[in-house]
T-cell receptor, first 111, second 114 residues
Framework: DGGITQSPKYLFRKEGQNVTLSCEQN?????MYWYRQDPGQGLRLIYY???????QKGDIAEGYSVSREKKESFPLTVTSAQKNPTAFYLC??????????FGSGTRLTVV | GQQLNQSPQSMFIQEGEDVSMNCTSS?????WLWYKQDPGEGPVLLIA?????ELTSNGRLTAQFGITRKDSFLNISASIPSDVGIYFC??????????????FGKGITLSVRP
């Protein structure tokens, strides 16, 4: 079955470390997105990519980086410059007219 | 960035009751979508609306695309415990380029008392 897979489900980061969250889709969708979710704040857009080898900053891109070398993959790196990285991270992909398909999320905790 | 207006932040209802949620915007959208998020999971699409005035049902769910294109509502009838979760509305301006990005509301957390 087609879908979008995020891994790992839970991730722990030490202060000063970079960590990379994986997002893979086999839906043949062109566009992919990363969102951050904090309690009561809804979904905030970090980065999005509408085509391979191209991506744009969202509303809260500082402290994050992405790459889009393959259509299927859109990994997100949370760098040490992100001062408050503890959150639930959601990846999504989309095709015109049918909205987004979301992954099941990665919960990142700083220890 | 812009966000859609959803309030209240939380709703508490009794099992079997109907509940209605509203979503408003200061600007128009050409597509409205409603998502539900279960705890610890990603949001799942419930209903998509493509035309002003459109009324669409999906089981016990009914949603409408407002005639002004600046609002939408979602109604859940005869609520059951598994309706618990966060309900997000989303608006979309178009299907290409930057217009294809969804704008989300902050979500309404629904609790259902047995």
């Amino acid at each position: 079955d087609g879908g979008i897979t995020q891994s790992p489900k839970y991730l722990f980061r030490k202060e000063g470390q970079n960590v990379t969250l994986s997002c893979e889709q086999n839906l043949n969708h062109d566009a992919m997105y990363w969102y951050r979710q904090d309690p009561g704040q809804g979904l905030r857009l970090i980065y999005y990519s509408q085509i391979v080898n191209d991506f744009q900053k969202g509303d809260i891109a500082e402290g994050y980086s992405v790459s889009r070398e393959k259509k299927e993959s859109f990994p997100l790196t949370v760098t040490s410059a992100q001062k408050n990285p503890t959150a639930f991270y959601l990846c999504a992909s989309s095709t015109p007219r049918y909205g987004y398909t979301f992954g099941s999320g990665t919960r990142l905790t700083v220890v | 960035g812009q966000q859609l207006n959803q309030s209240p932040q939380s709703m508490f209802i009794q099992e079997g009751e109907d509940v209605s949620m509203n979503c408003t915007s200061s600007s128009i959208f050409n597509t409205w979508l409603w998502y539900k998020q279960d705890p610890g999971e990603g949001p799942v699409l419930l209903i998509a609306l493509y035309k002003a005035g459109e009324l669409t049902s999906n089981g016990r769910l009914t949603a409408q695309f407002g005639i002004t294109r600046k609002d939408s509502f979602l109604n859940i009838s005869a609520s059951i415990p598994s309706d618990v979760g966060i309900y997000f509305c989303a608006g979309q301006l178009g299907y290409t380029g930057a217009n294809s990005k969804l704008t989300f509301g902050k979500g309404i957390t629904l609790s259902v008392r047995p």
